[in-house]
């Protein structure tokens, strides 16, 4: 560990995390259980952020093959102990989900995309058309077939982010809540940051940037350039009743929006190829269901927009008509930290004792509980769990 533990001053503590989402407190989860004294600084409340703005998706589907596929195979995999670990019930269910099939184009590119995940030892499963219609009756009858993935979940974001929190407060962490950073200052003679925010100061040789989208502010302070810019998804809130599907429900064409992919032509309209649309549908357990996503580049703008929300449910209505008619009752819009190679920053950086924990884009759920055990890690000098190369910030 450098230089973590003890220092001189009544004020000083092992380590500050900087972000109160569900990367942020997963750190400082993460280190409190390998005994580091930790505080998180969140300059609004817990899960204020892109963590209380998204789904609760644990996927693999949606991964491009190679370091990033590990990556998150081993984050998954951690869900089931921490969810045991925790005092606060984090509502992880691990389930299949399912991505369908429009145009019988579509269904040649998803065939290949199965073999080439089976080759690659992925739990994943080809269905045909009736195969598909068994599976989720209420699916439109002229869809072509589709794709099981069978060790996937879901977990509430909010609550996830909450119960690591309160772990980390019974190992001994702290939390401060409504403390917007406003400086950082490194003493590189004495090895100190010193973390201003608006109404405290606080001292540690170690400080852990895990801010999402506000990650390039906190790089600021000390001149430290952070490749992140914010990428909004709106999504929408069904009312409660009987749900239209049994388990997470996405369009294959997801990843051709999220990876901004040319291998076919979608059979999309304008605004949809615009907006950046494709098609999520995901139960809850409060008894109403999710719908998404879009993908837009609007700078730090939390505000839904009419047009983005009537082409959701468009969009999702062409895959399950029978949703025509079921009101929705609350929408928002959540910003994804976006790096252009679409892989989160998990580094440390030029200046010792400063590292960065943030651009996981829509995948941050994820990857959450793998990224504080990583950089826990790296912080305490440990071998990794992944070759830390391809995360680092040097790659840009």
Known sequence: MEAVKGGQRSDMVDAIVIGGGVIGTSVLYHLAKEGV???????????????????????????KPGIDFDFVKLGQEMFPKIAEELKIDIQWKKETSLMVFETEQECEAGKAFVKEQQKNGRSIKYLDQREMLECEPNLAKDLHGGCQFENDGRVNPMLLTIGLADGAKRLGASIKEGGRVIGIRYDSLGGV????????????????NAAGVWAPVIGAFLDIDIPIIPRQGQILVAEAGELPVSQTVTEFGYLMTKYAKGDYKRNVTPDM????????????????????????????????DAKVMRVLARRAMRFFPCIRDINVIRSYAGLRPYTKDQRAILSKTELKGFYVAAGHEGGGITQALVTGRFISELVLGKPTCIDAAPFSINRF
């Open 37 to 63: 004294k930790g505080i998180l600084l969140e300059k609004g409340e817990l899960a204020d952020g892109t963590s209380g703005k998204c789904d609760g998706n644990v996927q693999r589907g949606d991964t």
């Open 193 to 208: 940051y010193t973390v201003k925010t608006e109404t405290e100061i606080y001292c540690a040789p170690v400080v852990i």
């Open 273 to 304: 190829e615009e907006f950046g649309i494709a098609m999520v549908v995901e139960p809850t357990e409060a008894g109403n269901f999710l719908v998404g996503s879009s993908r837009q580049f609007r700078g730090y703008d939390f505000k839904t």
